[in-house]
């Protein structure tokens, strides 16, 4: 495989990635929205937990994406490092992405994405789970 191959592979898998993320972006919204009709119409507590599992199924999906996406770009180092290895020329820009990337010698299989997604995700599911569970101040909800 060429490095223009591996590149082109990379930028479809980024672009794959994009639109999950948009999905992603789409549910949290909707996630959000529910969370606020559900305290706005004080939702019985099933219905409240169907909405956390919701939520929930929603930050998997955004864990996945994230571990999506950090495995392309250490994947996409792995096999240009690869073809260095081999004595392949490759472009300034690719050596300095294997050099960023940490330059890795298998390829990626943690099953994690990176660490400030994460964070990011862990952040969301607090959010989530109290806004649908934890009491709210006196006076939020009424008009």
């Known amino acids: 495989m060429s490095e223009f191959e591996i590149l082109q592979i990379a930028h479809n898998s980024f672009q794959q990635n994009a639109a999950y993320l948009l999905v992603v972006t789409i549910l949290l919204c909707l996630n959000f929205y529910l969370i606020r009709r ?45 073809l260095k290895a081999k004595g392949i020329d490759i472009s300034a820009a690719s050596d300095n992405w294997i050099e960023f990337m940490g330059n890795p010698m298998t390829p990626y299989t943690a099953n994690t994405p990176d660490v400030p997604t994460m964070v990011f995700w862990g952040l969301i599911a607090l959010m989530l789970v109290l806004g649908m569970w934890a009491p709210a101040p006196e006076d939020a909800y009424s008009k």
Not at 42 to 49: A, E, I, R, S
């Open 38 to 82: 559900a305290r706005e119409i004080n939702m019985p507590v099933y219905g409240k937990g169907l909405t956390t599992i919701f939520g929930l199924m929603t930050i998997n999906f955004g864990w996945t994406v994230g571990t999506f996406l950090r495995g392309t770009q250490v994947d996409m180092a792995f096999r240009l490092s690869e």
